[in-house]
Structures are given as structure tokens and as C-alpha cells.
């Protein structure tokens, strides 16, 4: 027998986390200092944490290179590369209950520009009602509210219906954390991942839509002058340069991009944005600037391409490719030189209308908690909220505390608000106990 969602004893869950905050601090500034140590150090204060809760915990050690995606990609450079390890936190439930995949990523950015820094980075300084230190927003405050929020169901005297698993994973450069572990067979019937918004509003957001991304380079080639001058600014003109040559891509892909925003549509992404989806050309690059009057003999365009989750990787990725043809087939010069297309990485999206309950639920807790109306925001792309989603059919969302000055957005300083950051781990664990249930004790069912 299960508690319904809206009996969840919500004074009694604030309460223990009221009671537990100087702790909830203190593994926070616990695993900053950590970090100085590297990510192994991290994981396994992790792992004695949850196992003092009374989880079973399993370490996964796994090849990031080894993991089978479900529409994701990436090439060889862009991954991180030789062995990795995620823990893997069990909490079995009384029965009756709902399942629930709460994970987050212990990885940060690697150290370095620390002498930008005001406060020690590994410290763990309190100032001002922040707590900085490198990695605490990204995403070492969701690895301790998943800790945090355990504790005080614990402490509140409440038993769960339904079981919940941990799971604390790589995710930077592609090291697939998450998917290995559900590739490991770790499955659930919703996912919470914890993570501070990175566009600064905290609570006021949930993670529930997120668009795919490719990032691709095209080589373009050209012809040099035939001469042994040293330079080629007299002879250009018996030269086919790979810059007018980019254009002429660059153009088609203008066109295509245009093309498909007046005929692709997301609710969602046009409320925030008006548009959703585009195509970036973010750097062309060839040639010595050191050398004005040398031509180049190819260059590279290098960019990307949002798309709303009902779209597929494979389907956009057509889209380029026909684009791309078709000028080049139009050229003639490219029509003998073809141009080459090599896809760096890619995504696809993933979303969880608001009307799920999974979501419903999410945004009742922000509600109690915070007091405030929680909105989301679609402009997120290659969130891990889509793996469970993508690879098992499991509905995720993301949500995490007020935070700022993060160091993968070239900040420093990083910080999580250490109020919110409570707050936060309340209604992670008011979601947990809604969605998994609560099993009333002999004397409640007895009553």
C-alpha cells in the first residue's frame, strides 16, 4: 500500500533537511576538496556516502568507445578516451511503488586557469550565501543532492515504495556514463537527473526538453597557381580558391537552413525562440594570416545544426549531405573536386510534455517548496536528460539550484547558492517520495 502523492509529508522531508543542512554543506565542500585529488577520489567518497544510507553499491568500469548508442555519435577526437568507472547505488523499495533512475556526473572541466580565481578552488569558501569551488556547479551539487536527498528521506522515517538507483557517471567529452549504465541494464520507470541550470535560474527551471545537435566539418578543396613564385596574388586569377568555393556551400547551406526553418516547427522552441531549428556555421578555417599573398590549397567550414527531438539524426543528416550535393553537382570546378563532409558528433533530443506526470509532479514539489511557478527552458541541446529517454523509453528530467560562473561557459569562481541548494535537495526528495510512494508503517496501516 502506497502513500497518494499529494500525502507526502512534506514538513517532515523539510524538516530532516533543515536539520541536515550543515551536513548537506559539508559534503559539498567534501568533494571539492576532493577534486584536487581527481575524479577516483571523488567517486569513492561518493560510494562510502551511499553506502552509509544502506544502498548496495556496484563500481562499472567500461570503455566510453565500447558503449552502443542509440541515435548518438561522436568521433574518435572529440571522446574521451581509456577506462571509466560510474557507481551504481541500489535502494530497494517496500513494494508497490514506482521506480525511479536519479543520476548526475562527478566529472569536471579539467583544472587549469585557477589563478583567475578569487577563492581557493578547492576550498570549499563559503561567501556571501555561495559556495564556490571548481566543479560544485558542474555537477558536484547534484552529486551530493542525490546523496542529501537520500538522507532525509531516511531520516524522516519514511520508507519508499518503489526502488530507486544511483547512479554517478561520467559525462564530459563524451565519456557516456549514463548510457553505460543503462546499457548495463540499469533501467526504471522515470529518471531525475540533478543539475543546475546553466542559464542561472535555478529552481524557476525544469530540464524537460532537449533538442539534438550535429556538429560536422566540411574540407573544401581548391587549385593552386602554377608557379614557383612566392606569390600568388598575380597568378590568382589561373587559381581556383577554396574561399569563393566555400561560399558557394556556404550559400546552399543559408538556403537549406531558411528552408527548413519556415517548415520545421516545436511549440516549444518557437514560444522561447522563434525558430527551431538552425544551422551554424561557426569557423572556416585555411591559410597562413601570416601570409597574405599565399593562397591556400583547401579549407575547412566547420558547424552545426539544431533539431527538435521528432526529428532524426539520419534524417538531418540527408538534408546536409543533399544540400551539399546539389551545389556541388551545380559547380564545376566541385563537380571534379568534390567537397568533403566527416560528422564530428551528434545527438538526438528528447522531451517530456508537461502534462506527464513524471513533469506534474516535478513542478507540484518546486511549488511546495520554493513557492514558485517553475517553467521549462528548450533552448538546452546534448543535455543527458535524453539518454534515458532515448536508449530505454524512460522519461527524464533535469532540475538543480541556483548557480553561476561555470568554467565549461569560460567562468570562474564557480558557485551554488548553498539556501537553494537546500531547497533543491527537498524537492528531490519530495519527487522521489511522490513518484516512488510511501509505504505507511504497521501502526499507520494498522489505523
Known amino acids: 500500500m502506497t502513500a497518494p502523492a499529494d500525502r507526502v509529508p512534506l514538513p517532515s522531508l523539510a524538516a530532516a533537511v533543515k536539520a541536515g543542512r550543515a551536513d548537506a554543506t559539508a559534503l559539498l565542500r ?8 581527481g575524479e577516483a577520489a571523488v567517486m569513492a567518497a561518493v560510494a562510502g556516502h551511499l553506502a552509509a544510507l544502506g544502498a548496495d553499491i556496484e563500481t562499472l568500469r567500461y570503455d566510453p568507445a565500447s558503449v552502443p548508442l542509440v541515435d548518438e555519435f561522436a568521433s574518435a577526437a572529440a571522446m574521451t578516451s581509456g577506462a571509466r568507472e560510474a557507481i551504481i547505488a541500489r535502494f530497494k523499495g517496500a513494494g508497490g511503488g514506482r521506480s525511479l533512475l536519479i543520476f548526475a556526473h ?65 559525462s564530459k567529452r563524451h565519456a557516456r556514463g549514463i548510457a553505460a549504465v543503462l546499457d548495463h541494464g540499469v533501467t526504471a520507470d522515470a529518471a531525475l537527473y540533478l543539475h543546475p541550470a546553466e542559464s542561472g535560474v535555478g529552481l524557476a527551471e525544469i530540464k524537460a526538453f532537449a533538442s539534438g545537435v550535429l556538429e560536422f566539418e566540411i574540407t573544401v578543396p581548391g587549385a593552386l597557381p602554377e608557379t614557383h613564385e612566392p606569390s600568388h596574388t598575380a597568378f590568382a586569377h589561373r587559381a581556383v580558391n577554396p574561399v569563393d568555393k566555400a561560399v558557394v556551400l556556404i550559400e546552399a547551406l543559408h538556403r537549406l537552413d ?9 511549440p516549444r522552441l518557437e514560444a522561447a525562440v522563434g525558430r ?49 550535393a546539389a551545389a556541388t553537382e551545380a559547380d564545376t570546378f566541385l563537380k571534379s573536386h568534390k567537397p568533403e563532409i566527416r560528422w564530428l558528433s551528434g545527438v538526438s533530443g528528447s522531451d517530456v510534455p508537461d502534462e506527464h506526470p513524471l513533469y506534474r509532479i516535478a513542478a507540484e514539489a518546486i511549488s511546495r517548496v520554493a513557492g514558485i511557478a517553475t517553467r521549462v527552458n528548450p533552448m538546452h541541446t546534448s543535455s543527458d536528460i535524453r539518454n534515458p529517454l532515448v536508449q530505454k523509453g524512460i522519461p527524464a528530467i ?28 527537498t524537492v528531490a526528495a519530495l519527487i522521489t517520495t511522490s513518484w516512488c510512494g510511501i509505504t505507511p508503517s504497521p501502526a499507520e496501516s494498522a489505523g
Do not use: K, Y
Not at 30 to 37: C, G
Not at 398 to 425: F, K, Q, S
Open 30 to 37: 567534501a568533494l571539492i576538496a576532493r577534486q584536487a585529488e
Open 106 to 170: 562527478p566529472d569536471s572541466e579539467p583544472v587549469r586557469g585557477t589563478e583567475a580565481w578569487r577563492h581557493d578552488p578547492f576550498a570549499g569558501i563559503i561567501d556571501d550565501g555561495r559556495l564556490h569551488g571548481w566543479g560544485v556547479a558542474d555537477d558536484l551539487a547534484g552529486v551530493a543532492a542525490s546523496i542529501s536527498a537520500l538522507g532525509a528521506i531516511r531520516a524522516a522515517g519514511l520508507t519508499l515504495s518503489g526502488d530507486v538507483v544511483v547512479a554517478i557517471t561520467p
Open 258 to 266: 531558411e528552408a527548413r526553418g519556415g517548415r520545421v516547427h516545436h
Open 276 to 324: 527551431s531549428t538552425n544551422i551554424l556555421i561557426a569557423a572556416i578555417a585555411g591559410g597562413n594570416p601570416a601570409t597574405p599573398q599565399r593562397m591556400a590549397s583547401m579549407l575547412r567550414i566547420t558547424g552545426s545544426v539544431s533539431f527538435p527531438p521528432f526529428e532524426t539524426i539520419a534524417a538531418v543528416q540527408a538534408e546536409i549531405e543533399a544540400a551539399i
Open 398 to 425: 533535469g532540475l538543480g539550484p541556483l548557480a553561476g560562473d561555470l568554467t565549461h561557459a569560460g567562468g570562474h569562481d564557480e558557485w551554488v547558492d548553498i539556501a537553494d541548494h537546500c531547497r533543491a535537495v
